[in-house]
T-cell receptor, first 112, second 113 residues
Framework: DTAVSQTPKYLVTQMGNDKSIKCEQNLGHDTMYWYKQDSKKFLKIMFSYNNKELIINETVPNRFSPKSPDKAHLNLHINSLELGDSAVYFC???????????FGDGTRLSIL | DAKTTQPPSMDCAEGRAANLPCNHSTISGNEYVYWYRQIHSQGPQYIIHGLKNNETNEMASLIITEDRKSSTLILPHATLRDTAVYYCIVKGGLGGANSKLTFGKGITLSVRP
């Protein structure tokens, strides 16, 4: 009965690889988000989709591409992984853009 | 850029009330005050939010000053499980591109036995 679920929970890969992180919410929410938490524990918004449309795109390298196949899913694809991409990535959802956000447990990405 | 300032840390005794302060002197009329917390190795958890009236739910109370320049999150009976980083966030109420949460450093609350 997990509300916002991310897979995988841990991802260890080599520099230069391409990887995807999946997020699904079963709350019937319209809005989904991706946040990045770096080694200094700062949490920053990356992207947000509302009804499958991109509404927030912060200054994120274009190696990062979000994809929302439907309202319940927001996946994050990362090309040509770099050492600086090592972080915890959190997915979140909210009923709409005005409501509180519910977060997943994060995906811990480590680049070797 | 976070619009709030919080002390870096505080502690309280288990069973006592924990009062977590937050300053947001530049808050504008349509911005809400939100509180989230992050327990170690977990995702942030929504606690409470308010515009200008005091709010209470099953987790906490939020007291907002009349001029809205500061607020206090109150955990009435802190437990060891409340040890976490607490984030006070000012968020626009217009939705859309204003829906993002801008996290600062937060305040680390340590509840001692």
């Amino acid at each position: 009965d997990t509300a916002v679920s991310q897979t995988p929970k841990y991802l260890v890969t080599q520099m230069g690889n391409d990887k995807s992180i999946k997020c699904e919410q079963n709350l019937g929410h319209d809005t989904m988000y991706w946040y990045k938490q770096d080694s200094k524990k700062f949490l920053k918004i990356m992207f947000s989709y509302n009804n499958k449309e991109l509404i927030i795109n912060e200054t994120v390298p274009n190696r990062f591409s979000p994809k929302s196949p439907d309202k319940a899913h927001l996946n994050l694809h990362i090309n040509s992984l770099e050492l600086g991409d090592s972080a915890v990535y959190f997915c979140a959802s909210s009923q709409n853009t005005n409501q509180p956000q519910h977060f997943g447990d994060g995906t811990r990405l480590s680049i070797l | 850029d976070a619009k709030t300032t919080q002390p870096p840390s505080m502690d309280c005794a288990e069973g006592r009330a924990a009062n977590l302060p937050c300053n947001h002197s530049t808050i504008s009329g349509n911005e809400y005050v939100y509180w989230y917390r992050q327990i170690h190795s977990q995702g942030p958890q929504y606690i409470i939010h308010g515009l200008k009236n005091n709010e209470t739910n099953e987790m906490a109370s939020l007291i907002i000053t009349e001029d809205r320049k500061s607020s206090t999150l109150i955990l009435p009976h802190a437990t060891l499980r409340d040890t976490a980083v607490y984030y006070c966030i000012v968020k626009g109420g217009l939705g859309g591109a204003n829906s993002k949460l801008t996290f600062g450093k937060g305040i680390t609350l340590s509840v001692r036995p």
